[in-house]
């Protein structure tokens, strides 16, 4: 039985970094104000969304009755 021409003695075992230039900006532009959120959602925005979801969204009721939610964060 014949040998191909080329037999590779070893296998590499680390692969080459795909995109690293690409990840570098992403890491950069996520980096660039210290949150991990995108810029046009600040906590402010997620707070008001929250409460605004306990007000309207949840209720709680006790032997038939309405028990009001706190709106306080």
Request: charged share 25%; hydrophobic share 40%; net charge positive.
């Amino acid at each position: 039985m014949a040998f191909p021409v080329q037999i590779k003695k070893s296998l590499p075992l680390q692969h080459k970094k795909t995109l690293l230039a690409r990840r570098e900006q992403l890491k950069d532009y996520i980096n660039k104000d210290g949150t991990y959120l995108p810029k046009s959602v600040l906590h402010s925005d997620l707070d008001r969304g929250m409460l605004d979801f306990v007000k309207d969204s949840l209720t709680l009721v006790t032997s038939g009755k309405l028990v009001p939610m706190l709106d306080i964060i």
